[in-house]
């Protein structure tokens, strides 16, 4: 199978759609002769002997539904523009919307893991762009009453906060665990909600 695998919801609008779609016979027989391969209205409505208001309702609702597609279109001898239908290569799959506390756990362990790499990252990078001051130069600077002597203002003031050296790498790294962190006890809330 080459198609896509689509998870629906129960009660989400496509769900419903095609509910609608299938709720009939008349649906399920359109379907069986669309398994064999394309096929027009008004071979529909000859091979399952119905009228054509009703194929094309049935067909419509399936179209918007997502189940069938206009596979080609051609010009019948009088000129008139006849669609062929096929079913789409997909499979369906209805599911209730389950979450457990082993998914969470799996799918922010995995976004530490990209917030570490990107901070070893940016460790790797940092000498790269901060030709200015080395970490040992950081260091070996004194203070005067707060203040970093012997450093421009612009670059002082963005390694110093109240007198205390502001790591760039450190400062990306609590950024990112503080974000997950806030994401997380977020999630856990609304599974304790859904339960």
């Not at 050296?165 to 006890?185: M, N, Q, R, S």
């Amino acid at each position: 199978m080459t198609g896509t695998v689509t998870v629906l919801e129960p009660g989400d609008e496509r769900a419903q759609k095609i509910a609608k779609a299938m709720a009939s016979q008349t649906a399920n027989d359109i379907l069986s002769l669309l398994a064999a391969g394309s096929i027009s209205l008004s071979d529909i409505t000859e091979k399952l002997k119905i009228p054509l208001t009703t194929a094309k309702y049935h067909v419509e609702n399936m179209l918007d539904a997502g189940l069938i597609t206009v596979s080609e279109t051609r010009y019948s001898v009088k000129g008139r523009e006849v669609k062929l239908y096929a079913l789409t290569d997909q499979l369906l799959i209805v599911a209730p919307k389950k979450t457990n506390i082993r998914d969470l756990l799996l799918k922010y362990g995995s976004l530490f893991g990209i917030v570490v790499a990107g901070t070893l990252v940016v460790f790797a990078l940092a000498p790269l762009f901060s030709s200015a001051v080395t970490p040992e130069a950081a260091a070996l600077m004194t203070t005067n009453g707060g203040e970093v002597s012997g450093i421009p203002g612009a670059i002082r003031e963005n390694m110093m906060v109240q007198g205390t050296y502001i790591d760039p790498v450190f400062t990306f790294f609590l950024g990112g665990i503080l974000v997950i962190g806030a994401l997380f006890c977020y999630e856990i809330f609304l599974w304790n909600k859904g339960r």
